[in-house]
């Protein structure tokens, strides 16, 4: 099973950008879809973005379209998440999860620990 380990969490004023990356240090991820996904205070965990093995295909939920956009090295056995003009509904933990090519959380067998994202000012 793939180990996966979330970082570049912070705090970022509103407009601004972070990028996320999630390393595997144990197991390989070009076998294998990656997704990103978050959890805000009292809401459940919700998809963020995916993309297929060989980084073909890619996927971002709706509220992070155009903003945000996913992408993987498979020679350094890394997923990335940039994320620019960040907005306080972004606030959450962001975990990376590696599985099956899909928006649904249960496709995924592998998950990081997360890693905090804060946007405000």
């Known amino acids: 099973q793939v180990q996966l380990v979330e970082f570049g969490g912070g705090l970022v004023l509103p407009g601004g950008s972070l990028r996320l990356s999630c390393a595997a240090s144990?197991?390989?991820?070009?076998?294998?879809?990656m997704g990103w996904f978050r959890q805000a205070p009292g809401k459940e965990r919700e998809f963020v973005a995916a993309?297929?093995?060989?980084?073909?295909?890619?996927h971002h939920a709706d509220s992070v379209k155009g903003r945000f956009t996913i992408s993987r090295d498979n020679a350094k056995n890394t997923v990335y998440l940039q994320m620019n003009s960040l907005k306080p509904e972004d606030t959450g933990v962001y975990y990376c999860?590696?599985?099956?090519?899909?928006?649904?959380?249960?496709?995924?067998?592998?998950w990081g620990q997360g890693t905090q994202v804060t946007v405000s000012s």
């Open positions: 999860a590696s599985g099956r090519y899909s928006y649904r959380s249960n496709e995924y067998d592998s």
């Open positions: 144990r197991g390989i991820i070009s076998n294998h879809a």
């Open positions: 993309i297929s093995g060989s980084g073909g295909f890619s």
